[in-house]
Nanobody, 120 residues
Framework: QVQLVESGGGSVQAGGSLTLSCAAS????????KRWFRQAPGKEREGVAT???????TYADSVKGRFVVSQDNNKKIVYLQMHSLKPEDTATYYC??????????????WGQGTQVTVSS
């Protein structure tokens, strides 16, 4: 049974930093990849960052240069370091695990989400 559990959300002032964690269990697909998504009220879900099993990362333009995704393969934990946070980064952040194919990471499993609130 695959399980993803996010943690690390909270409230921070603009310009601050937060680090989200996503602990995975029961997930061992060799072509695995993980993605962070976010969804703000009234807005569509947005892919934020992707990391492949080999460590290759990609970012949405909206967070490039401010967010860093990394992973600890031994502990099966994926991190999202968020710096220079802006009020528009306020959203529920979700971790997803999937399979990388055709240049994309297709999510199959989702975490429950963690709230990030950035005040101005």
């Amino acid at each position: 049974q695959v399980q993803l559990v996010e943690s690390g959300g909270g409230s921070v002032q603009a310009g601050g930093s937060l680090t989200l964690s996503c602990a995975a269990s029961g997930y061992t697909t060799l072509s695995a990849c993980k993605r962070w998504f976010r969804q703000a009220p009234g807005k569509e879900r947005e892919g934020v960052a992707t990391i492949r099993s080999g460590g290759t990362t990609t970012y949405a333009d909206s967070v490039k240069g401010r967010f860093v995704v990394s992973q600890d393969n031994n502990k099966k934990i994926v991190y999202l370091q968020m710096h220079s946070l802006k009020p528009e980064d306020t959203a529920t952040y979700y971790c997803a695990a999937g399979v990388f194919s055709g240049g994309q990471c297709f999510p199959r499993y989702w975490g429950q989400g963690t709230q990030v609130t950035v005040s101005s």
